[in-house]
């Protein structure tokens, strides 16, 4: 196609020695557009420059890695053709994948974490579906291994993420600058949707989809617009990070709407306390909820560890005494261990199960949607961020909590604010106060 030769013209480029003028090629598209042809295309051309040469491709894990060098590249690909023919050979083992010409050129596949490529020399490098790394392990690992080649050049190849892609971010920090700079040895290609563009509007489409109209047609992505979520549209047919409105656990605007800046809350009624831990039980989150002006009012404490917490909560039940109704905890989230404690000092604990916390998640969303906010919070910095970050894991027949795991950063905070809420509503359904507890 048109694009795939020009962007293969322009990454080849060379300079007065015959090297190639780019040491990093950062391509930024929506899918289905026919970058894993160019990505091969490249690959092979890579290896087919003069000396021998070794070529690197990495991508979500090792296993696709080897499955797209071995199998598509190697036996579906490069077996027809001619040229090329009776000129390689296939390994397949359980560490990865190798295509190996009789120069003793290669295309490897690589894992994909920080010990990937040490202790080789590499010439050419690939990150493909770049926006699946988390961290810059992968680059930092790579990077040393091209410093003393002559010509090198590492693509990075992806659509965007969902805000925790960090290789991506990185990267298109970096292209941002290259663009400008005229001493810069980055080439950039950028297809993708602007932050106010109509999704709906088939001019934009064609605008970020150079296989349009050739592989893809007008009537498919108006078909695939029906049924995806907006979130998932702009990233997989626009390459437009989603924001933060269109994937967030919650209602952004209707949280936004119960925030009462600038006014610390006061609890003095009755309240309800729950614990959370964030997935590797660094740090751990005490939530109270209590009632404000009849409305359920939230807030939180956060802080490093979880050894802090029994003792906290029962410091919380000597300055609340008998207003403290309920304390809320689940045990497979990590906290066993403070719950046993919390025993051992004679506070009893709601251990709740996976009915509650698919509840608590469902009253949440209730009480910060709509016209009318149902909780009251003070816009702590760890209870928005994590509102923001929140993503859903879905528990069956409708039903989802937070995802410790793909949300973005540590949704304890909200995943403790919930399960408070959800004990409070539990105990004052109406949102009054018990008679005697104030």
């Known amino acids: 196609m048109p694009w795939q030769r020009y962007v293969g013209d322009v990454a080849g480029e060379l300079d007065d020695q015959g090297r190639r003028r780019y040491r990093t090629v950062f391509l930024k598209m929506p899918r289905q557009q026919g970058k894993s042809w160019l990505l091969e295309a490249q690959m092979i051309a890579a290896t087919q420059r003069p000396g021998r040469r070794t070529v690197v491709y990495c991508a979500q894990d090792g296993n696709y890695a080897r499955r797209r060098v071995v199998d598509e590249l190697g036996r579906a690909k490069v077996a027809h053709v001619p040229p090329l023919r009776g000129r390689y050979r296939l390994l397949r083992g359980n560490n990865g994948g190798l295509l190996e010409f009789d120069d003793m050129s290669s295309i490897q596949a690589l894992a994909s974490n920080e010990k990937a490529g040490h202790g080789m020399t590499v010439d050419d ?38 805000g925790d892609d960090v290789l991506m971010l990185h990267f298109e920090e970096l292209a941002a600058i290259a663009v400008t700079d005229p001493d810069s040895h980055m080439a950039v290609f950028d297809w993708s949707a602007l932050e106010d563009d109509d999704r709906t509007d088939p001019a934009v489409w064609r605008r970020v989809m150079p296989a349009l109209g050739l592989t893809i047609t007008e009537t498919a992505v108006a078909d695939a617009l029906r049924v995806t979520p907006p979130a998932e549209f702009d990233r997989g047919y626009l390459a437009r990070r989603p924001t933060a409105a269109t994937v967030a656990a919650l209602d952004l605007a209707g949280w936004n709407e119960c925030a009462n800046r600038g006014k610390a809350l006061n609890l003095t009624g009755a309240v309800t306390v ?7 039980r660094t740090r751990g989150t005490i939530a109270v909820a209590g009632d404000i002006d009849g409305r359920v009012a939230v807030i939180v404490n956060c802080e490093p560890g979880t050894r802090w917490m029994a003792q906290a909560v029962r410091a919380q039940i000597h300055a609340h005494g008998r207003t403290v109704v309920a304390v809320w905890a689940d045990r497979r989230s990590g906290l066993g261990g403070v719950i046993d404690e919390l025993a051992h000092l004679g506070v009893d604990v709601y251990e709740v199960s996976a009915g509650d916390v698919a509840s608590a998640a469902g009253t949440m969303f209730d009480l910060t949607s709509g016209d009318t906010a149902g909780i009251v919070h003070d816009g702590q910095a760890e209870l928005d961020t994590a509102v923001h970050g929140s993503r859903r894991r879905p528990l069956g027949d409708g039903a989802w909590t937070y995802s410790k795991l793909e949300s973005v950063g540590d949704v304890s905070p909200l995943a403790g604010a919930t399960l408070a809420v959800a004990a409070y509503r539990q105990h004052f359904p109406a949102g009054a106060v018990l008679a005697g507890f104030s």
């Open 125 to 162: 490098a690939v990150l493909d579906e770049a926006f699946h790394f988390k961290s810059l392990d992968i680059l930092n690992a790579l990077q040393p291994t091209m410093l003393t080649r002559p010509d090198p050049q590492m693509w990075v190849v992806s659509t965007p993420g969902y």
């Open 274 to 280: 729950a614990l959370e831990v964030d997935v590797d």
